[in-house]
């Protein structure tokens, strides 16, 4: 496909918020700005310990939102009862773990098929997307596939923090996920701590539909602003395919 679509991720512009326990900079507005700049989507994790993104937020972005809500969320019951109740867009199913700093590799989906397989079928059922973070590799990709959801997102956590002896084999990872992925018919989204020197290999990708970005995006956005930062990934994103 042409066409390639880039997801913001605003968590980061909450944890700015919380670091004071007020209400600026308010994450809704910057996912506002981020649509009126280029967005094709918003995303957020409404983590179990309320670290960044809160109730509040998510209530308001599933109201304001002119494009689309992807809800980032743990495999809990408390969870995909706020995600029936928002009725996003898309739910993305992620790991969780209470000391980590961000996400940490992919959801075990083969690991926990019948539970996956559970929220899943939930979620589908009230008419929302289901999209799992997954690590590339075939076994994953292959439960995904048996658990029925629409998307997978390739965690490219690996590739983004790469070297030189190790680009080549991360990136080729990425690109046999895809096209593995996309033989099962699933559609293919891919991110994690993609920036602007590594965003372009990974939007080359021809069956990748769309790129999650969050971290990097946000502190460009300190030097350039946020409506120039989003622009600017969006370009590279274009100019790759």
């Known amino acids: 496909m042409d066409d390639i679509y880039l997801g913001v991720n605003v ?24 649509e009126q700049s280029g967005a094709d989507g918003i995303t957020v994790h409404l983590r179990e310990d309320r670290r960044h993104i809160q109730d509040r937020d998510v209530a308001l972005l599933s109201k304001l939102l002119q494009t689309r809500m992807n809800l980032e969320m743990a495999v809990t019951n408390e969870m995909t009862e706020i995600a029936l109740a928002t009725k996003p867009n898309a739910c993305c199913l992620v790991p969780e773990k209470r000391q980590e700093l961000t996400t940490e590799g992919g959801l075990d989906v083969a690991g926990q098929l019948q539970r996956v397989a559970d929220v899943t ?40 923090e790469s070297n030189s002896s190790s680009f080549a084999s991360e990136l080729e ?25 590594k965003v372009k290999p990974v939007a080359a990708i021809p069956v990748v539909e769309e790129l999650n970005i969050g971290h990097a995006l946000i502190a460009r956005s300190l030097f350039v602003g946020l409506p120039n930062a989003v622009a600017e990934m969006k370009r590279l994103m274009l100019e790759a395919r």
Do not use: M
């Open 173 to 197: 990872r990425l690109q046999q996920g895809a096209t593995q992925a996309n033989s099962f018919g699933l559609i293919v989204h891919a991110g994690h701590g993609l920036n602007y020197h």
């Open 121 to 160: 079928r939930q979620l589908k059922d009230e008419g929302i997307k289901v999209s799992l973070f997954i690590d590339p590799d075939p076994k994953q990709i292959e439960a995904s596939a048996e658990v029925k959801a629409d998307i997978v997102e390739l965690h490219t956590g690996c590739y983004a």
């Open 11 to 34: 968590d980061h512009v909450a944890t700015v918020r919380q670091a004071r326990g007020g209400i600026e900079p308010d994450p809704v507005t910057a996912a506002v700005l981020c």
